[in-house]
């Protein structure tokens, strides 16, 4: 089974996913998506709305609001996230970012995206996993996501992958030739399967035991 083989098989197993995307319930603007991915960092949704709550009544989710918290005023509304102090810095930096293009995300969106992914990077508290959530669903830019789903997953279906990020995620882009869409619906389809699969005895009873996956 390749890996475009593997996404569409999940696809009709699971049905479309809801998933963190501008306009949905869960997420009303971009900037709301790119802040709870910097505050999910090792911790679970369930701590990060109400810093999310926090951050809507004081500051809108408008970047150049943010720009004129310091890091003090911030931590006591992030708090409930964990690790604040890291998240924090994290938060006044990308704001600082998307101050340099006046807070237009078409800007961004438009810059080529390995430039754009590594312009992320140097922002403090941001990381691989973190840069590319934010890519694909604010920036418009499909990529593969290296999360701890993933890994289980292939692991499970038999593909022995390299143990780095980039190197992991190298290998599958090439076989993963879709578009954006696509590649936000594969991300969410791993997640919601690793949410419910939780044990190799668990994935023996999943449509895909017996699968093999070929990369």
């Not at 998240?87 to 340099?100: D, N, R, V």
Request: aromatic share 10%.
């Amino acid at each position: 089974m390749t890996i475009g083989e593997l996404y569409h098989l999940m696809a009709q197993e699971m049905g479309p996913q809801p998933w963190l995307r501008p306009g949905t319930p869960w997420a009303e603007t971009p900037v709301e998506i790119m802040l709870g991915a910097i505050l999910v960092q090792n911790t679970n949704w369930r701590n990060v709305e109400p810093s999310l709550i926090n951050l809507k009544r004081e500051t809108g989710f408008d970047p150049a609001r943010l720009r004129q918290l310091s890091l003090d005023d911030l931590l006591p509304l992030i708090q409930t996230s964990g690790f604040y102090h890291r998240k924090g810095a994290a938060i006044l930096a990308l704001a600082e970012f998307l101050g340099t293009v006046d807070d237009d995300l078409d800007v961004l969106k438009h810059q080529d995206g390995v430039s754009l992914r590594r312009d992320l990077l140097s922002i403090t508290g941001i990381g691989n996993e973190t840069a590319d959530y934010i890519l694909m669903y604010t920036l418009d830019h499909g990529t593969f996501m290296v999360d701890t789903y993933a890994r289980r997953l292939f692991t499970w279906l038999g593909a022995t992958m390299p143990k780095t990020y980039p190197a992991f995620q190298k290998k599958v882009l090439p076989q993963f030739p879709l578009g954006l869409s696509d590649c936000q619906e594969f991300h969410a389809l791993i997640d919601e399967f690793g949410k419910q699969v939780k044990s190799a005895a668990d994935f023996d009873r999943s449509f895909l035991a017996g699968r093999k996956l070929t990369v």
